[in-house]
């Protein structure tokens, strides 16, 4: 089993609508967790952190739910310049180096 | 904004022959990165350097030798280039041990044929 689990998509969703990913991590020790965002052919950005208590920002939702070890990251209105991979991205101990990176999820944000 | 440079960006190798990629950093950071996205699979840390002279093993270091030439730069060697180390290879950095900010830099394209 992967440590980190991501649906791998593609997701085509049209303008304006609205789209959920999921992840599932395997170590119930893990501290931190992110998801960033990777344009084709292009390195991984930081999106946002997720927080136990849920956090947004902007059109982005990000919720945590520790007891069934998933995360999640809604899109609301999606725009055409949401189309990238998103990576959920956890984080084991304390220290970059214990970053564990899914395989990301494909968006595509159609006309 | 320089942020994270590496270099090259694309590179075609023949088997068993030798490469070096250069990263560099202009934001002061004490931690830097190597890793290696493949297709289907997760970025995977080749090796990291805690601090300027240190370096350690990360997931995948196979292959590959390090040097944390000085607080700005660190640089991945391939000595014997093989098929399976086609991949696109990223360098980050990172102010500290924390993994809450991380920065990538572009990514260096590599084909070994």
């Known amino acids: 089993r992967k440590e980190v689990e991501q649906d791998p998509g593609p997701f085509n969703v049209p303008e304006g609508a609205t789209v959920a990913f999921n992840c599932t991590y395997s170590n119930s020790a893990s501290q931190s967790f992110f998801w960033y965002r990777q344009d084709c052919r292009k390195e991984p950005k930081l999106l946002m952190s997720?927080?136990?208590s849920g956090n947004e920002d902007g059109r982005f939702t990000a919720q945590l739910n520790r007891a069934s070890q998933y995360i999640s990251l809604l899109i609301r209105d999606s725009k055409l310049s949401d189309s990238a991979t998103y990576l959920c991205v956890v984080n084991s101990g304390g220290s970059a180096r214990q970053l564990t990176f899914g395989s990301g999820t494909q968006l595509t944000v159609l006309p | 904004n320089a942020g994270v440079t590496q270099t090259p960006k694309f590179q075609v190798l023949k088997t068993g022959q030798s490469m070096t990629l250069q990263c560099a950093q202009d934001?002061?950071?004490?931690?830097m990165y190597w890793y290696r996205q493949d297709p289907g699979m997760g970025l995977r840390l080749i090796y990291y350097s805690a601090s300027e002279g240190t370096t350690d093993k990360g997931e995948v270091p196979n292959g590959y030798n390090v040097s944390r030439l000085n607080k700005r730069e660190f640089s991945l060697r391939l000595e014997s280039a093989a098929p399976s180390q086609t991949s696109v290879y990223f360098c980050a950095s990172s102010p500290g041990h924390s993994g809450n900010t991380i920065y990538f830099g572009e990514g260096s394209w590599l084909t070994v044929v």
């Open positions: 997720v927080y136990s």
């Open positions: 934001m002061n950071h004490n931690s």
